[in-house]
């Protein structure tokens, strides 16, 4: 009988000593981090109808802000575990654009941001961006309008860019025109029916226009929502009241406001985040948040917290 209650003490220790690690634990470490993000992983809730929140780390490969693998892994840190997002957009270079350097640290990028489980959304680097990508140039926003040969580049290159670098959901537009200003209906048409089922698995999304009055001309006049799987539209001219019309002609689309901040343009009207938030988006881009984390520590400082507590319920 001893040895029975013996056997049954240490089994009952065991089990108590084990059930204080999770499986990434390792010896000698402490498991904070691991029992906050299956904390998080569980109790993680958002405001209003969100079920996605991604940050932005654009404008630090555009910029060349970048230069060790340390920072990156402060900023998956911040993101993650700081703002508390569910993934990161990335910029999509013209071809040629992208140096040796930047290039190891966005696959570094990508495989810890594979590794903490975050997904990835990629789309043109800078306003015109599908624009400056078909003309190969990052400073060349010529016109492109009905000219096919820069249609084809379009593709081509988000094409090649979807399986050099995995990722979960893709656009070839960033801030373009409305339907025939910058692309013709024809080519807009073209350019998602030809990437739809063509990106190496991604989600494809857009049309990532720069304000929401624009992003209804794209649900009206073209094809677009033949092929997306997420409707996407930035709203940088403040058009909060247009919200509910777009959510309702993207037909049970996922809606994203694809590049939000908690700028206080107008006392009169409310920040782009409030509006999208209150009006029922799904998901947020939290526009250039990657300045708000501290690339040597991974923390977020008072505007970064601030800007978390828009969209994170208490």
């Given at each position: 009988m001893n040895l029975l209650k013996n056997s049954l003490l240490m089994v009952c220790v065991a089990t108590m000593f084990f059930s204080c690690f999770t499986p990434d634990d390792k010896p000698g470490e402490?498991?904070?981090?691991?029992?906050?993000?299956?904390?998080?992983?569980?109790?993680?809730?958002?405001?209003?109808?969100l079920d996605i929140v991604i940050g932005d780390v654009k404008q630090a490969f555009i910029q060349n802000k970048l230069s060790s693998k340390d920072q990156?892994?402060?900023l998956v840190k911040g993101f993650k575990y700081e703002f508390k997002v569910d993934g990161i957009r990335i910029p999509i270079f013209p071809e040629g654009h992208m140096d040796k350097n930047q290039e190891q640290l966005l696959r570094y990028l990508l495989a810890k941001c594979q590794a903490e489980k975050l997904m990835i959304f990629a789309n043109p680097a800078n306003h015109l961006g599908g624009a400056r990508i078909a003309n190969g140039s990052m400073t060349d926003t010529s016109p492109v309008k009905d000219d096919f040969t820069k249609s084809d580049k379009l593709i081509q290159v988000v094409q090649d860019f979807s399986k050099k670098y995995k990722?979960?959901?893709?656009?070839p537009f960033n801030e373009e025109g409305a339907p025939g200003s910058v692309w013709s209906?024809?080519?807009?048409?073209?350019?998602?029916?030809?990437l739809h089922g063509k990106v190496s698995g991604a989600k494809l999304v857009g049309s990532d226009v720069?304000?929401?009055p624009a992003g209804i001309r794209y649900l009206d006049e073209t094809d677009i929502?033949?092929?997306?799987?997420?409707?996407?539209t930035h709203n940088l001219g403040f058009n909060h009241d247009k919200w509910t019309e777009y959510i309702n002609k993207s037909n049970g689309l996922p809606v994203w406001d694809s590049e939000t901040n908690m700028h206080k343009k107008y006392q009169?009207?409310?920040t782009r985040i409030e509006a999208a938030i209150d009006s029922g988006v799904n998901g947020l881009v939290l526009y250039n948040s990657w300045t708000m984390i501290n690339l040597s520590t991974g923390e977020i400082g008072t505007n970064g917290q601030k800007f978390r507590d828009f969209y994170l319920e208490e």
């Open positions: 402490s498991n904070q981090v691991y029992q906050a993000a299956a904390k998080y992983s569980v109790e993680k809730e958002y405001k209003g109808n990156i892994e402060n990722c979960d959901f893709i656009s209906v024809e080519q807009i048409n073209d350019i998602y029916a030809s720069w304000g929401v929502l033949d092929y997306v799987d997420v409707s996407t009169n009207r409310a």
